[in-house]
């Protein structure tokens, strides 16, 4: 059974850090891809990194590009979400989410169809 389960979320004040963990299991983490997602009130769920299979290809939305970065540790059958410089517009429930292909492109990033199973999310909020 494919279980995926955040972790990390909280307040932060704006020009903070945190780093988001996405436990998973049920399967082979490294072949497929994995995918931040984020969802703010009143707002589409958005695409905010993928990571590919094991070429471990990245790939970030224009809002997050230098600031966040995306990594896997198989051992421990995790990826992260390193969020760096956090503005206020980057609170949102963020989640992580196993493609049904290896690699991102092929997933549809930034878009969510190609995503097959979702975790329930943690809640950033970057207030001051």
């Known amino acids: 059974q494919v279980q995926l389960v955040e972790s990390g979320g909280g307040l932060v004040q704006p020009g903070g850090s945190l780093r988001l963990s996405c436990a998973a299991s049920?399967?082979?983490?490294?072949?497929?891809?994995i995918g931040w997602f984020r969802q703010a009130p009143g707002k589409e769920r958005e695409g905010v990194s993928c990571?590919?299979?094991?070429?471990?290809?990245?790939d970030y939305a224009d809002s997050v590009k230098g600031r966040f970065t995306i990594a896997r540790d198989n051992a421990k059958n995790t990826v992260y979400l390193q969020m760096n410089s956090l503005k206020r517009e980057d609170t949102a429930v963020y989640y992580c989410?196993?493609?049904?292909?290896?690699?991102?492109?092929?997933?549809?990033?930034?878009?969510?169809?190609?995503?097959?199973?979702w975790g329930k999310g943690t809640l950033v909020t970057v207030s001051s």
């Open positions: 989410a196993k493609s049904r292909y290896y690699l991102c492109s092929g997933s549809g990033f930034p878009t969510p169809g190609g995503m097959d199973n």
């Open positions: 990571i590919s299979g094991s070429v471990g290809d990245a």
């Open positions: 049920g399967f082979t983490l490294d072949a497929y891809a």
